[in-house]
């Protein structure tokens, strides 16, 4: 009775299938997580939860960057207008240029009004037939008016050497050129603005 009568106990259950079970549902509880992914820490989900979708501080960082370069163009042109020598553009710049730049406007220079005058000469061969004596007439004083210009900047270049070597020693590279294109351009359109009046005494 005892052999015959003793049941067959049932067999433990394996903790391994346990162990895969929780893993699955583990894995199934994290949407991100796939097949043969393994499950992200717990840090590394409050990082990801805190990346912001859109990089807001580089949108922003552009935005400034934007505003400070509108702004240092505004100050310049007022720079432009005012000779504020803080703004002005770096070809300006300098306590040499500007005395150069008053110099040239206090004087008159026929170098600023030979564009009007070489319009006026291509309208007259327009105007005037190729045959005529007319036509040598235009262009003798087209060549006049070139030759006066040209010497007009030489008694200017001399002019600005002798100053600017009795105000301050010896000129700077580049200043007396500069000096002279800006005996070429029509008065109103030069910049920075001139801020002496033609006449008017420079020191």
């Given at each position: 009775m005892g052999v015959f009568g003793r049941k067959k106990e049932a067999p433990?259950?394996?903790?391994?299938?346990?162990?895969?079970?929780g893993s699955t549902a583990a894995r199934s509880s994290d949407p991100r997580a796939g097949k043969g992914v393994p499950t992200p820490s717990r840090k590394q989900q409050e990082a990801a939860r805190?990346?912001?979708?859109?990089?807001?501080?580089?949108?922003?960082?552009?935005?400034?960057?934007?505003?400070?370069?509108?702004?240092e163009q505004a100050r310049t042109r007022r720079a432009l207008d005012t000779g504020d020598e803080r703004y002005l553009p770096f070809r300006d710049k300098g306590p040499q240029k500007r005395f150069a730049r008053d110099l040239v406007d206090a004087r008159f220079s026929l170098g600023e009004y030979v564009m009007f005058a070489a319009l006026a000469i291509v309208v007259l061969t327009l105007v005037v037939p190729v045959t005529s004596t007319g036509q040598?007439?235009?262009?003798?004083v087209f060549w006049l008016l070139v030759i006066a210009?040209?010497?007009?900047c030489f008694v200017l270049s001399r002019k600005l050497r002798r100053r600017l070597t009795e105000k301050f020693g010896t000129p700077e590279r580049g200043v007396i050129w500069y000096g002279t294109m800006r005996a070429l351009q029509f008065r109103r359109l030069?910049?920075?603005?001139?801020?002496?009046?033609?006449?008017?005494e420079v020191r």
């Open positions: 433990p259950a394996q903790p391994a299938a346990d162990g895969r079970t805190r990346r912001p979708l859109v990089p807001n501080d580089r949108v922003a960082a552009k935005a400034a960057e934007r505003d400070a370069r509108r702004e040598l007439l235009v262009f003798g210009v040209a010497v007009d030069r910049l920075p603005k001139p801020l002496v009046k033609r006449g008017g």
